[in-house]
């Protein structure tokens, strides 16, 4: 097994470590130097999204430090005022059944069209022109028609339309889906087909906040975070209006909602302990939105830019990512990469804050674009970036990092599973270990073969054959003269 890995070293050492950017040289004066597809660039940034409003790994590190949910909230969103909201009933558009009818299912009795669908059956609902629907119930899921007709008042109802219903009462979607407190029902964008919940505004946020944070920093001193999770989510889908049939949405263009299946007794207690309350500007619920991550500098915008000494706890603090120059030229469209600046900063924070401005030549052309564009081009965790050319030194991971637990797509708060190579190294000891700091992000062998990482005294290689194994330095001396330790 060892024999293996040292096999790969040279090819992966040579590779790792040369960080220079090829360049041709000019053969008159309207021909610019064009820099190597392969060559490396090191983005070193801060934070995880787009930095506006509250940071959520800032709000628990605040709640650590002892404060509370209402200190939080004052601290980022400055301007606002804390008030009461009257009950109120919010209709969310469930994106991932765009274009498609409506298939339900309930473990209790439903209504649709003036009738009662008992438990064992399944109505299925289509969009009609007019706002009205068809209707079709069947014996289970798939099986034989029961009945069909028209209506008018295209929603399926639960047995009991009040708040805080038991599981066993809520719409459940066929084929397995997620189930959903409130009513679902059917629409029509143009001609698109849309599929809505239409719930209570409390009976929401139980959907919303275990998806938009983490419940279990309820048990690391963070439940006051909780409770600022659920004011922000409350006043946000408050102030939303996004279409005729519906507020508001599911996904991360609006606030992920898992319906109710996600739903945990710690978030839970944060949504009921704040009942009602919403963030008020003049008299009107405001946009109070959020990132996972500010950096340590919120973003400004709507409102006031701040220092984030809370946002220490997160994983995506400081982050660094490595592209290639064929990959910037690609995500830009301009032929082969000849230069990227940055050209203006908004002058919040370390390194000059957040990129405001980014240029990018290549041999098609010139783009020019916002940080927040360059983000989503490049595919960084955010706008608040520097650029070195070659394989720099790799942002150590906190603390924190190597203790969250991995998720999914649905959690904005950009904890992620620690590689088997952090695993490795954090054994060893960290940058206080016999391995020293990094001095290259993790990167991946050729052919996809496993992936490594290059430390001060040596490096970490693994593969699905023979996991994380340590490369000492004499090994990689040896194999490369003039390497160096």
């Known amino acids: 097994m060892r024999a293996a890995i040292l096999g790969l070293a040279p090819a992966l050492l040579v590779g790792g470590t040369v960080g220079v950017v090829v360049a041709t040289?000019?053969?008159?004066?309207?021909?610019?130097?064009?820099?190597?597809?392969?060559?490396?660039?090191?983005?070193?940034?801060?934070?995880?999204?787009?930095?506006?409003?509250?940071?959520?790994?800032?709000?628990?590190?605040?709640a650590k430090q002892g404060w509370t949910a209402e200190r939080i909230l004052g601290y980022y969103y400055g301007g606002t005022t804390l008030e009461a909201l009257g009950d109120k009933t919010i209709g969310v558009r469930l994106m991932g059944l765009d274009g498609k009818g409506l298939d339900v299912f309930s473990d209790s009795p439903m209504g649709v069209a003036g009738r009662t669908?008992?438990?064992?059956?399944?109505?299925?609902?289509?969009?009609?022109?007019?706002?009205?629907?068809?209707?079709?119930?069947?014996?289970?899921?798939?099986?034989?028609?029961?009945?069909?007709?028209?209506?008018?008042?295209?929603?399926?109802?639960?047995?009991?339309?009040?708040?805080?219903?038991?599981?066993?009462?809520?719409?459940?979607?066929?084929?397995?889906?997620a189930p959903f407190r409130g009513s679902l029902g059917v629409a029509l964008e143009g001609d698109a087909p849309r599929v809505v919940n239409h719930v209570g505004m409390e009976d929401y946020l139980l959907g919303v906040v275990p998806a938009e944070s983490r419940a279990e920093w309820a048990d690391t001193g963070g439940a006051e975070a909780l409770r600022a999770q659920a004011v922000a989510a409350r006043s946000y889908a408050a102030a939303e209006s996004r279409y005729a049939y519906a507020e508001t949405c599911d996904t991360q263009d609006c606030q992920v909602y898992g319906g109710s299946s996600k739903e945990n007794p710690k978030t839970t207690e944060a949504v009921r302990s704040t009942t009602g309350k919403v963030l008020m500007r003049e008299g009107k619920p405001v946009s109070a939105e959020f990132s996972a991550s500010t950096g340590g500098y919120s973003a400004g915008g709507a409102f006031g830019a701040v220092e984030d000494l809370g946002d220490t706890e997160s994983p995506n603090h400081k982050w660094t990512q490595t592209l290639t120059a064929g990959e910037i030229a690609t995500a830009f469209g301009v032929g082969e990469l000849h230069s990227i600046?940055?050209?203006?900063?908004?002058?919040l924070g370390p390194d000059g804050g957040r990129v405001t401005g980014l240029k990018v030549a290549g041999s098609t052309g010139t783009k020019e674009v916002t940080g927040d564009e360059a983000r989503t081009k490049l595919g960084l965790k955010s706008d608040w970036f520097t650029i070195t050319e070659g394989v720099g030194p790799a942002a150590p991971p906190p603390a924190s990092a190597l203790a969250a637990?991995?998720?999914?797509?649905?959690?904005?708060?950009?904890?992620?599973?620690?590689?088997?190579?952090?695993?490795?190294?954090?054994?060893?000891?960290?940058?206080?270990?016999?391995?020293?700091?990094?001095?290259?992000?993790?990167?991946?062998?050729?052919?996809?073969?496993?992936?490594?990482?290059?430390?001060?005294?040596?490096?970490?290689?693994?593969?699905?054959?023979?996991?994380?194994q340590v490369l000492d330095a004499s090994v990689l001396t040896a194999k490369l003269p003039g390497l160096g330790s």
């Open 25 to 62: 040289r000019s053969a008159g004066p309207d021909v610019a130097e064009t820099v190597a597809a392969d060559a490396p660039y090191t983005l070193t940034g801060y934070g995880h999204g787009h930095g506006r409003g509250m940071g959520q790994w800032g709000a628990y590190g605040y």
């Open 405 to 468: 637990p991995g998720v999914d797509n649905a959690d904005p708060t950009g904890a992620v599973e620690p590689t088997d190579i952090e695993r490795k190294y954090a054994e060893l000891g960290g940058h206080l270990g016999v391995l020293g700091a990094p001095v290259g992000p993790e990167l991946a062998m050729p052919d996809e073969a496993g992936r490594f990482r290059m430390y001060t005294h040596g490096a970490i290689v693994w593969t699905k054959i023979t996991g994380a």
């Open 117 to 177: 669908v008992a438990p064992g059956e399944a109505a299925h609902l289509t969009a009609a022109p007019g706002g009205g629907a068809t209707v079709v119930v069947t014996r289970g899921c798939d099986g034989e028609v029961l009945w069909q007709e028209s209506t008018a008042h295209p929603w399926l109802d639960p047995v009991d339309l009040g708040p805080d219903r038991p599981a066993n009462e809520h719409l459940k979607l066929c084929g397995g889906g």
């Open 341 to 347: 600046e940055v050209t203006s900063r908004n002058n």
